[in-house]
């Protein structure tokens, strides 16, 4: 099953989402996290839904193809005490939402309107997600901004897997402007 929890996604989406979910509050309803990771058993059986097994599409996204498996996607919906409701005008309302917290609302998109999902690229594309980019919190450097030189400041240590920055404070951070590579500072 997906994961619900907030720290499960990628650090640059995360302080996104707790806004999003802050403001997302209407007439009693508030918003929830439904999914955010998922792995690739996962998104294989919800590429398979209305296509190879019954149930209506949920996705176009074959498996690798997610945010959700890169962490960079959640989807919502509301709830009021133990009700839960996937109403059409709460999403609508939440995704005039989106652009205020940075983030991209799947009720936007052409193709497939994906009214409980929102994301986080920084303009990335799919394919660099998939060879390893990842978005940074902001701006140009997440860290130190004071780097002048053409070296990896000593002790840094090189980032291979975004889980790595989760608790890792703005100031132990450093991202080298040229390979866009994100090292842990000692």
């Not at 009720?107 to 660099?128: A, E, I, V």
């Amino acid at each position: 099953m997906a994961s619900r929890n907030i720290e499960d996604l990628h650090i640059s989406i995360q302080d996104k989402a707790r806004k999003l979910l802050d403001l997302a509050k209407f007439d009693g309803w508030e918003a929830f996290i439904t999914a955010g990771y998922r792995d690739c058993k996962e998104q294989a059986e919800l590429y398979a839904q209305g296509r190879t097994k019954p149930g209506k599409r949920v996705t176009n996204a074959k498996p690798g193809q997610s945010l959700h498996q890169y962490r960079l996607a959640f989807d919502i919906a509301f709830r009021k005490g133990r009700e839960v409701s996937f109403r059409l005008d709460r999403f609508l309302k939440a995704g005039k939402l989106a652009k205020q917290c940075g983030l991209e609302w799947g009720g936007l998109w052409q193709n497939f309107r994906d009214y409980p999902h929102y994301q986080y690229t920084q303009g990335l594309s799919l394919g660099d997600i998939q060879r390893g980019d990842r978005p940074l919190m902001s701006g140009t450097y997440i860290g130190t901004t004071s780097y002048a030189g053409g070296t990896i400041p000593k002790g840094a240590i090189k980032i291979r897997d975004p889980k790595e920055l989760n608790g890792l404070s703005k100031d132990k951070i450093w991202r080298d402007p040229n390979s866009k590579d994100m090292y842990k500072l000692l």
